[in-house]
Each structure stands twice: as structure tokens, then as C-alpha cells.
């Protein structure tokens, strides 16, 4: 399917709390510059398997590979250095902190004279984070939340960009912001996006590819657009 | 009057030695959630380890600051050996882990060093300086003193470093620290030396005053301990806050009532923060965990 190596490869990864195992052998891959969609109901295992890419979460079994090289054993800090980015679920800021400070310890691993400049940028992305850059984030609604936690993403410069459930309790209006804004990284600045949702209308319209999990198991994968016309996708999660 | 002033100026002296414990209960809690009871054993190592190097025939100022780098190392050796192994494991028996570090340091003390008790001469000497009625004694500015350098060195440390910065952050939000490619491992045992160097310090400092032995860090633990319960686990302001409320506690207890009962007032102030107090004078911290 793909001539040359992809940007991220999964393979048969398992995954497990104690006991119990939360990802069965899931084998996927995302090449540069896609929009990768991961869809699935509630706890069908979508944010164990982006814990696991980001080393915060345990594999036992299978392979994780980044820009051709095997990173299952690399440690947190090595994957974000490599160019890895999470938007972890439930937005994860750090409360008692500056907006400004949370979005610098985005570039905690960069040592170059880029980053003020950046953060000029991502103040422009989100000009509401810059009016209150120096209060602390956990002050902020939900939505400037969620604006803030991709901003903190972005300023590691990820070459693979990883979002847990951005719409996740936003407002409509917001919701399409958000996804537009990822669209925008995605055509602007280059950035792959692998997005996992539970909206799954939303997310598999902006998406390159999709897939589908259920219970830890990859179900369906295909074209965002196959997927949206699928009928078991249409029935299970876009309540056709 | 005169006299309560003097009661005030040494419960501020040895109180500033507890929010300098506290202060150092609150960096490791904040850092790894690990209420470290061997905090006072670093007190121990830095006053015995400067006796024995003075007495060696090391100046005072190098005695002192090798006294500060073997706590930085036992520091980072208890984190280490014992608790980074330990991780994951529940609250209770990291508490417990910590009490046995402490047990084992004061009985390792008991043999590198001995079982006396020993003191340094004052760094400028015992001609008590006369203030209101009262006479204070200059090694109680040495003390005060170095207590505001260091809070206002951790002060520029939190507020002004990207490390610093990375440590609130890893307090904050352990998860988060860990995806923004924070080191949280790197940043428990930095928070562990750096509480075992504050501890050292308050040990140089205090030991003239209050001479030093092998076992003072049980005591010095728990006072601290009941410190930064009063002040909020976790809150480094009420850390300070509380120590000096301790001490003057202690000071003014000891003075009207009745010295007999001196070392019960950490333990009361225990009790009643449990009972009446449970989130302490400052509250829990502005941390928030999840
Ligand atoms: N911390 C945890 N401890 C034990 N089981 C967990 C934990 N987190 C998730 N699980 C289980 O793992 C499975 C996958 O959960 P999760 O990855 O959160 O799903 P999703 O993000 O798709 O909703 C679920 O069965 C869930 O109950
Ligand atoms: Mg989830």
C-alpha cells in the first residue's frame, strides 16, 4: 500500500492493566502529512493505545516504530525529543501554573532560539491565551483549556502530533474550531495528525484514513469517506 | 516584656530550623507524593559530618559544604535504592519505606560517627547582641538568616527556572510532565537532594545552639512534620508559616508553662490540625492532583 516506510508503524501492540488486558495486537500506520482518524465507543482502549505510543503506558507485546526506528522501548522524554506530541484526554494542563509557563514547558527538550517566536505564534493561533498568558491556566473554560493543551503540543515542534479527544465536552462552535485548527497545522505547518475520537462523524471527515476499534481489536480501516458511508460505521457510531 | 521578647527570638530561632524541615517534607510530597520521614536525618548529617570534619582540622566554610554534598548524596541514594524501586507502591509503604531509611541512617551514624552529643563553636561568636531587654545570640541571625536565603533561593528557583518550572509541573500534573518530556524520575530525585542540602544547612546552622547527635532527626522529623501539617502538606509557605508557629509554640510553652512539655507541643499541634484543621492554616496546596 505505501511504496516507502510510514512516519509512525503499530504492530500487534497489546497492552494491559494488571491482569487485564486493554489492547489486543493492534497494528496500524500513519504516513507523513496524513490526517489519521481513530474512532470507537467508550473504552474500547482508544487512549490506552495513544498512552502506549507516548511510553506513558505499558506494552507487553508487539512493536512501535518512528521514522523507520523502533522506539517500543524509548522512554517518554526520547519519544517526545523525537518528535511526538500528545493532546492527552481530559486536556491535562498544569493548573496552578501560568498559561505562559505551560506553553514553554511545551518546549522543555528544545534548546533553539525558536522558541519565543513560536510562542508568539501559537499566541496568534489563540489570541485568548495571550490576553491572560500570566494567570494561572487552571482559571481557564474548558474550550481555552483544550486550545491551550494542543498549544503546549505544538510548542515541541511534533513532527507526529497525537490528540486524545479534542471536542470532548466543548461547545459545537468550538468543536469546529478545534477541528479547523488541526486541519490548519496539518496544511500549514506540515504537522501529521493522528486523531482519536469518539466524534466520529467530525473527525473522520477531516481525516485522510480512519480506523475503527472495538474492544481493543482494529474493526475497520479504510478512506475517511469509505468509512463515513460504511454501513456498520453509519449504525454503530454516527447513528444513522 | 523583655522576657517575651527573648521567649520570641529563640521559638523564631528553632522554628526557622522546622520550616526548613517542613520546607524540605513539601519539596519531596510535592514532587513524589512521598511524605519522607528520614528529613531529619539529613539535619543530622549536616551538623555531625561538619563536627567531625572541623574536628579533623577542616576549616569551618569547606567542613560545611561537604557536609551539604554527603546529604545531597544520601539524598540521592535513599531515592535511588529505596524509593524509586518502590514505585508505584501505595502512600503507607512509601512511609514506611522512608521510616526504615531513617532507623538505618541514625544507626549507620551511631558507628561512623558516635553516640555523644557534640557542637560547633558560633560563627561569630557568644557575645549575645542586647535588642529590647532581651539578649539574642548572633549564631540566631546565622540561622534566620540563612533560613530567608534559602526560602528566597527556592523562591527564584520555582519562579524564575525552567527546571523549577518543571518541577511545579511534575507536581502539578505527573502525566502531563511526563508527555511535555519532563524526566519525573530526574525530577523525584533532584527534589530529594535538594531537600537533603536545605536539611544540611539547617543542621550546620542550628547545631551550635543546639548541639547535635546521632538521633536529633527523629525529633527534628517530627516537629517538621508537624510543621508542615499545620501550614498544609504540600504548601511551602505554610511550611515557613507553620515552622515559626511551632517554635514560638514551643518557645512560649516552654517559657510560661512549663519546659517539661516542650516536645509534647509538636505533638498537639498534630492533633488538633487532624482533628479541627485537617487541610491546614494555608489550606491544601494550589496543587491539584488527580
Ligand atoms: N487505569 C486503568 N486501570 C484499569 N483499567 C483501565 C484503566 N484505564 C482504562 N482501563 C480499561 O481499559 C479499557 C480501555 O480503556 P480506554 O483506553 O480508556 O478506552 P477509550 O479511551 O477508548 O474510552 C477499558 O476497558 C477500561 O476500563
Ligand atoms: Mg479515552
Known amino acids: 500500500m505505501h511504496s516507502t ?20 495486537g493492534v497494528s496500524l500506520s500513519v504516513a507523513a502529512g496524513e490526517i489519521v482518524a481513530l474512532v470507537g465507543g467508550n473504552g474500547a482502549g482508544k487512549t490506552t493505545l495513544l498512552r502506549t505510543l507516548s511510553g506513558v503506558q505499558p506494552m507487553t507485546g508487539g512493536s512501535l516504530s518512528f521514522q523507520g526506528r523502533d522506539i517500543s522501548r524509548a522512554s517518554p522524554h526520547a519519544r517526545v525529543a523525537a518528535g511526538i506530541a500528545q493532546v492527552p484526554e481530559g486536556r491535562q494542563i498544569f493548573a496552578p501554573l501560568a498559561i505562559e509557563d505551560n506553553l514553554r514547558l511545551g518546549a522543555y527538550l528544545r534548546k533553539d532560539a525558536e522558541i519565543a517566536s513560536d510562542l508568539e505564534r501559537i499566541y496568534s493561533l489563540f489570541p485568548v491565551l495571550k490576553e491572560r498568558r500570566r494567570n494561572p491556566a487552571g482559571g481557564l473554560s474548558g474550550g481555552q483549556q483544550q486550545m491551550l493543551a494542543i498549544g503546549r503540543a505544538l510548542m515541541s515542534r511534533p513532527t507526529l502530533l497525537l490528540l486524545d479527544e479534542p471536542s470532548m465536552g466543548l461547545a459545537p462552535v468550538l468543536v469546529d474550531q478545534v477541528f479547523e485548527i488541526i486541519q490548519r497545522l496539518n496544511r500549514e505547518d506540515g504537522v501529521t495528525v493522528f486523531l482519536v475520537e469518539q466524534n466520529a462523524f467530525a473527525a473522520l471527515s477531516i481525516a485522510t484514513r480512519g480506523y475503527v476499534i472495538e474492544t481493543g481489536e482494529i474493526a475497520i480501516e479504510g478512506k475517511g469517506s469509505a468509512l463515513l458511508a460504511d454501513e456498520r460505521v453509519r449504525e454503530a457510531y454516527l447513528g444513522v | 516584656m523583655p522576657e517575651l521578647l527573648q521567649f520570641c527570638v529563640s521559638g523564631l530561632t528553632v522554628g526557622a530550623v522546622y520550616a526548613l524541615v517542613a520546607l524540605g517534607f513539601t519539596i519531596i510530597y510535592n514532587a513524589s507524593d512521598v511524605v519522607n520521614f528520614a528529613q531529619g536525618e539529613f539535619v543530622m548529617i549536616g551538623g555531625m559530618t561538619t563536627v567531625f570534619a572541623t574536628a579533623a582540622g577542616v576549616p569551618l566554610p569547606l567542613a560545611a559544604l561537604g557536609a551539604v554534598l554527603v546529604a545531597m548524596v544520601v539524598g540521592l541514594l535513599l531515592h535511588r535504592l529505596a524509593i524509586e524501586p518502590a514505585r508505584g507502591a501505595s502512600p503507607v509503604t512509601l512511609i514506611i519505606i522512608t521510616i526504615g531509611a531513617s532507623i538505618f ?30 539578649a539574642i545570640l548572633p549564631q540566631s541571625f546565622w540561622v534566620l538568616g540563612g533560613a530567608a536565603v534559602i526560602v528566597a533561593v527556592l523562591w527564584a528557583f520555582f519562579n524564575r527556572t525552567l527546571i523549577g518550572k518543571a518541577v511545579l509541573a511534575t507536581a502539578a500534573n505527573r502525566l502531563a510532565a511526563r508527555l511535555v518530556g519532563i524526566n519525573t524520575s530526574f525530577v523525584m530525585g533532584l527534589s ?19 548541639l547535635t547527635s546521632y538521633d536529633v532527626g527523629m525529633l527534628l522529623a517530627l516537629k517538621g512534620f508537624a510543621a508542615a501539617m499545620l501550614g498544609g502538606m504540600g504548601n511551602p ?31 498537639i499541634v498534630i492533633l488538633i490540625v487532624l482533628f479541627a484543621l485537617p487541610g491546614g492554616l494555608f489550606g491544601k496546596a494550589s496543587v491539584e492532583r488527580v
Open chain 1, 5 to 24: 516506510e510510514p512516519l509512525l508503524r503499530v504492530e500487534a501492540l497489546r497492552s494491559a492493566y494488571g491482569r487485564i488486558e486493554a489492547l489486543h
Open chain 2, 105 to 134: 541512617l541514625r544507626g549507620l551514624a551511631q558507628v561512623v560517627f558516635d553516640k555523644q552529643f557534640h557542637s560547633l563553636p558560633a560563627f561569630s561568636g557568644n557575645t549575645p547582641i542586647r535588642f529590647g531587654g532581651a
Open chain 2, 192 to 210: 530529594f537532594v535538594m531537600s537533603a542540602a536545605i536539611g544540611a544547612v539547617a543542621g550546620i546552622l542550628v547545631t551550635p545552639i543546639t
Open chain 2, 237 to 267: 509557605l505554610g511550611a515557613v508559616v507553620g515552622g515559626l508557629a511551632v517554635g514560638l509554640l514551643e518557645a512560649l510553652g516552654a517559657g510560661y508553662i512549663s519546659s517539661t512539655y516542650k516536645d509534647a507541643i509538636a505533638f
